[in-house]
């Protein structure tokens, strides 16, 4: 139905900045959703940030004013701009999204995920 791929992990040092990539492909009529999530180590996935079609954004304070999370509607692609960040913040990060497909359906999709290290 809708695969999500992602890109622009990597390793860090901390105080340093990474943008992540997430391209959504398929047979998409329309996304309403997409996000961003975590998962480090024997921990639950947690929320880093998410924005829907009309650009309404929704952040947790550990991330807020440091990552910024933007939408491409035209080629269906998320960004993650992550600045100032932390040794905290490693983890695998995984997209999302939500929406409906042709010929008719709802689909919530997830990425395979993609590394980011950061070094203290």
């Known amino acids: 139905q809708v695969q999500l791929v992602e890109s622009g992990g990597g390793l860090v040092q901390a105080g340093g900045s990474l943008r992540l990539s997430c391209a959504a492909s398929g047979n998409i009529f329309r996304i309403n959703v997409m996000g961003w999530y975590r998962q480090a180590p024997g921990t639950q996935r947690e929320l880093v940030a998410t924005i829907t079609s009309s650009g309404i954004t929704n952040y947790p304070d550990s991330v807020k004013g440091r990552f910024t999370i933007s939408i491409d509607n035209n080629k269906n692609t998320v960004y993650l701009q992550m600045n100032s960040l932390k040794p905290e913040d490693t983890a695998a990060y995984y997209c999302?999204?939500?929406?409906?497909?042709?010929?008719?359906?709802?689909?919530?999709?997830w990425g395979r995920g993609t590394q980011v290290t950061v070094s203290s």
């Open positions: 999302n999204a939500k929406g409906q497909y042709y010929p008719i359906g709802n689909f919530d999709s």
